[in-house]
């Protein structure tokens, strides 16, 4: 079974393109303030918290045969859960996802971001929030697509038009 968390500004539905391709059932998980789960205030909502919606989907597939897939920024949230989850893993996924390494933000994994963040939100002028709706890829240009948590096998996954 394809566990599929999605990035931040998006919901499950994000996934719904690329379901018909692939070879194996899946679930989309909604994290906090997002699709199922919009009740949540996106302010309020913490790492912790997409953890746990995480967790508990997973809580609610039966079997042993997880293939974790966090696209974009789910690649900070997903690391959360492996440990837990890891005798159910078969593979994770981290599919041009934002894998700060251990005890970083993600915003030290170059040293350039939260210049070219202050700069946006200078020229923005306070107009709109700075989320990723406003910049919708900036995050995941901060770490190199397919880095990989230490001990998991990446799998190819299919691309869609």
């Known amino acids: 079974m394809f566990v599929l968390v999605h990035g ?6 994000c996934w719904d393109r690329l379901l018909p391709f692939l070879d194996r059932s899946a679930h989309a998980v909604d994290l906090p303030g997002r699709g199922s789960r919009s009740d949540v205030p996106l302010e309020s909502v913490t790492l912790e918290d997409c953890a746990k919606a995480i967790l508990d989907d ?30 159910r893993l078969r593979h994770v996924v981290f599919l041009s996802a934002v894998v700060p390494p251990d005890l970083q933000a993600a ?55």
Do not use: W
């Open 8 to 13: 931040a500004g998006m919901g499950a539905n």
């Open 58 to 87: 997973c809580a609610g597939i039966s079997g042993d045969d997880l293939v974790l897939v966090a696209h974009s920024f789910a690649g900070v949230s997903v690391p959360r859960v492996m440990a837990e989850l890891a005798p």
């Open 107 to 161: 915003l030290d994994a170059r040293p350039d971001a939260r210049s070219f963040f202050a700069q946006l939100d200078g020229e923005l002028a306070g107009q709109l929030p700075l989320t990723a709706e406003v910049v919708p890829d900036a995050l995941t240009l901060l770490v190199p697509t397919g880095y990989l948590a230490k001990e998991r096998s990446l799998v190819d996954v299919p691309a869609c038009a």
